[in-house]
């Protein structure tokens, strides 16, 4: 059962005024999240892509993010793309580290 598309906006709502005290889990998990269900929020992945901090995303979360917009049949390709940019410039630094599997 998916739910309502009134849900999805009052969720978007809060996470977007929480994303400043977001850290790498919480992140990746609301891109799994949204991909799991196939839910489709614009001004969230916006929100995400703009403010969230990516800095102290490990390589699992990461790998996770990268899946979850990869997954999702978002139709907000310029927000999604924003995001994974952002994604990229985190996860280079780090590349070295990730296992074959987060790779």
Not at 1 to 16: I, L, Q
Not at 69 to 79: F, M, Q, T, V, Y
């Amino acid at each position: 059962h998916v739910a309502p598309p009134e849900f999805w906006v009052r969720v978007a709502r809060v996470a977007t005024r929480r994303l400043a005290a977001y850290n790498g889990q919480d992140v990746a998990n609301t891109l799994w999240a949204l991909a799991k269900v196939g839910a489709s929020h614009g001004s969230l992945v916006s929100a995400l892509s703009e403010r969230a901090n990516f800095d102290d995303l490990n390589a699992r979360e990461l790998a996770m993010s990268a899946w979850a917009l990869a997954k999702n049949p978002c139709s907000h390709l310029r927000e999604r793309a924003l995001l994974l940019d952002r994604l990229v410039a985190a996860a280079a630094p780090k590349a070295d580290s990730f296992s074959a599997r987060e790779l």
